[in-house]
């Protein structure tokens, strides 16, 4: 079955970077991308990108352009975003979702079980 | 940017109600566009993608059609699980998730 284990919860100070990981299981890593989302508490959702494990490469939302940096390490089957730059409004859960796969790049539909990231100083 | 209003931003629904969720997209995106739900503390999950294609597991009450820039999630017959917050998902240009749908019990 396929599984997304994310790592743990990060306390950051304003001006940090996060790296947060995605190991995934139970299906072929490089056969699907896998998108990144987050939610800052109370709120809705919001896509900041995805990465083709296969190519390495990557699609990010205008908004993180110059702040987001997602990479994969095939061998060991995980996927990694990281943020730099943090700020308070950065405070949310991010999740890693693999794509549906019908098309090269769709729906989020597996997904991670989130890690919180708390931005405070 | 491609922009998504949902509507309502929340319901109230009995049990056994058959409740329609609006998404409108501010330019066409053709099918683009997918269905979640999502319970409190957990990760969304994809009910309709294509707008109109169930996802696999997904119970035949949940429905979408449209096209374009009109679309709709309906659930001919709420259940207790389904009281949750529902988004759309365009994926025609970038991606942008709707605000947000809470269905609460009445």
């Known amino acids: 079955q396929v599984q997304l284990v994310q790592s743990g919860a990060e306390v950051k100070k304003p001006g940090a970077s996060v790296k947060v990981s995605c190991k995934a299981s139970?299906?072929?890593?490089?056969?699907?991308?896998m998108h990144w989302v987050r939610q800052a508490p109370g709120q809705g959702l919001e896509w900041m990108g995805w990465?083709?494990?296969?190519?390495?490469?990557?699609n990010y939302a205008q908004k993180f352009q110059g702040r987001v940096t997602m990479t994969r390490d095939t061998s060991i089957s995980t996927a990694y975003m990281e943020l730099s730059r943090l700020r308070s409004d950065d405070t949310a859960v991010y999740y890693c979702a693999r794509d549906l796969g019908i098309k090269s790049s769709g729906w989020p539909d597996y997904w991670g079980q989130g890690t919180l990231v708390t931005v405070s100083s | 940017a491609i922009q998504m209003t949902q509507s309502p931003s929340s319901l109230s629904a009995s049990v056994g109600d058959r409740v329609t969720i609006t998404c409108r997209a501010s330019?066409?995106?053709?099918?683009?566009l997918g269905w979640y739900q999502q319970k409190p503390g957990k990760a969304p999950k994809l009910l309709i993608y294509?707008?109109?294609s169930l996802q696999s597991g997904v119970p035949s009450r949940f429905s979408g059609s449209g096209s374009g820039t009109d679309f709709t999630l309906t659930i001919s017959s709420l259940q207790p699980e389904d009281f949750a917050t529902y988004y759309c998902l365009q994926d025609y240009n970038s991606y942008t998730f709707g605000q947000g749908t809470k269905l609460e019990i009445k």
């Open positions: 139970g299906y072929t890593f490089t056969g699907y991308y």
């Open positions: 294509a707008a109109s």
């Open positions: 330019q066409g995106i053709r099918n683009d």
């Open positions: 990465i083709n494990p296969n190519s390495g490469g990557t």
